[in-house]
């Protein structure tokens, strides 16, 4: 199974940004789809965009349109979410996760995921 490894959280302050990285142990052949979720405490997990790897297409919650841009290097197997104008409200553990076909934002339709990482926005 592929391995996926979160990197890039941290501390920021309200207004400020944040890239994380999701970095792939392998890739194989076939359709994935590639998101990131978070989750706050006492929160369910959440979809925050997603990214199908071999056309590109984007998606994204509406809650971060516009603040938030997912985008992949297919030569690194890397994932990436730049996260801009960031807001307390963003404060959660940010996961990576994948799935083979087609584009969901459904939480429970990965099956993959990584261990997460912390975003904390201060105000």
């Known amino acids: 199974q592929v391995q996926l490894v979160e990197s890039g959280g941290g501390l920021v302050q309200a207004g400020g940004s944040l890239r994380l990285s999701c970095a792939a142990s392998?890739?194989?052949?076939?359709?994935?789809?590639m998101g990131w979720f978070r989750q706050a405490p006492g929160k369910e997990r959440e979809f925050v965009a997603c990214?199908?790897?071999?056309?590109?297409?984007?998606y994204y919650a509406d809650s971060v349109k516009g603040r938030f841009t997912i985008s992949r290097d297919n030569a690194k197997n890397t994932l990436y979410l730049q996260m801009n104008n960031l807001k307390p409200e963003d404060t959660a553990v940010y996961y990576c996760?994948?799935?083979?076909?087609?584009?969901?934002?459904?939480?429970?339709?990965?099956?993959?995921w990584g261990q997460g990482t912390q975003v904390t926005v201060s105000s």
């Open positions: 996760a994948e799935r083979r076909g087609v584009v969901t934002t459904k939480v429970s339709e990965y099956g993959n």
């Open positions: 990214i199908s790897w071999i056309g590109g297409s984007t």
């Open positions: 392998k890739r194989t052949i076939g359709s994935y789809v």
